[in-house]
């Protein structure tokens, strides 16, 4: 029986212990995304405008809203969120969704919410290239509010920075359960041979942080809501 309850409480000590290092969406991050989802007027100070430039960032802001989620927050054991989570405050369709560099646009045949930028020469490791990939541009069933100009199986088309590439929505892939309308949004490495990696996986994605100049990396930044500040 001691043994039984030791091990509980160790048990009960690493679950506890991760939570304190990396955040638990519920008692941190999440509840300010939904104060926010609640009331976004309330809360004017957690606002980016779309298309904003902090100081001399390479990338324009996506869209507007809150950013909810970054780069390395937790969900749960395991798991580091690889991207960002910026939620407009709207109903799914209504808050635009720009290009945040010049780019080539690529959405596969299979994509109803999501596509991908690809820009050949990385501001900030020259002579690389990077992709910028987003996600959930489409309502809980699954009709795009990509623009028209880039219908599914679009290769290669040229964007320049600003571009309306859509709406965010609040796919999920299932109708069931939808998402909280919201951009996500990483920056991928490159495959080293002309494609892209898996955006699902931390690894192969970059800290966003520099590329829009705000603290938006969870080690260095557990719970507060980034905005425009310029970072070393």
Known sequence: MKKFLLSVLVIAGIVAAWFFLYGWPGSRRSRKVLAWLRDPEAHEEWRVEARSRCGAAPFLFPTEGMIGYIWGDSFRPGHRHQGLDIFGGADPGETPVYAVADAYLTRLPEWKSALILRIPDDPLRPGG???????????????????????????????????????????????????????????????????????????????PSPYFGMALNAATNPEAVPTCQEIP
């Open 129 to 207: 290239q990077i992709w910028v990939y987003y996600a959930h541009m489409a309502d809980a069933e699954g009709r795009s509010f990509i623009s028209e100009a880039f219908p599914a199986g679009t290769y290669e088309k040229f964007v320049p920075a600003g571009t309306l590439l859509g709406y965010q929505g609040n796919y999920s892939g299932d109708p069931l359960r939808p998402v909280g309308v919201h951009l996500h949004l990483s920056i991928v490495r490159d495959d080293g041979a002309g494609g892209f990696l898996n955006e699902t996986a931390i690894a192969n994605t970059y800290d």
